[in-house]
Nanobody
Framework: QVQLVESGGGSVQAGGSLRLSCAAF????????MGWFRQAPGKEREAVAI????????YYADSAKGRFTISQDNAKNTLYLQMNSLKPEDTAMYYC????????????????????WGQGTQVTVSS
């Protein structure tokens, strides 16, 4: 049974930084992807950044490119999201998710393809 536990959310002012962490328990898959999704009130859940567990590929939403960095420490089974230059529009609940890759080291980006989810951590950015 895979369990994902996020931490690191909080409240910051615009321009600030936060680092989210996601500790993964109970998974030993090689053909696996992990990612960060977010959902703001009244909006659909969207992919922010995704990484193949073998480091084969990464994906960033356009809104995250140049500001966010996804990384993983396989020895610790921990996923990170470094968020810099935060904007009020980044305010959302952020979820860690895991799912099987689409093959060839590539990952799906649709939330429906991810079968394991954390409980979420709130990020609030004030102007």
């Amino acid at each position: 049974q895979v369990q994902l536990v996020e931490s690191g959310g909080g409240s910051v002012q615009a321009g600030g930084s936060l680092r989210l962490s996601c500790a993964a328990f109970g998974y030993t898959y090689n053909n696996y992807c992990m990612g960060w999704f977010r959902q703001a009130p009244g909006k659909e859940r969207e992919a922010v950044a995704i990484i193949a567990a073998d480091g084969g590929s990464t994906y960033y939403a356009d809104s995250a490119k140049g500001r966010f960095t996804i990384s993983q420490d396989n020895a610790k089974n921990t996923l990170y999201l470094q968020m810099n230059s935060l904007k009020p529009e980044d305010t959302a609940m952020y979820y860690c998710a895991g799912g099987f890759s689409s093959g060839g080291g590539y990952c799906y980006t649709a939330s429906g393809r991810f079968r394991h989810w954390g409980q979420g951590t709130q990020v609030t950015v004030s102007s």
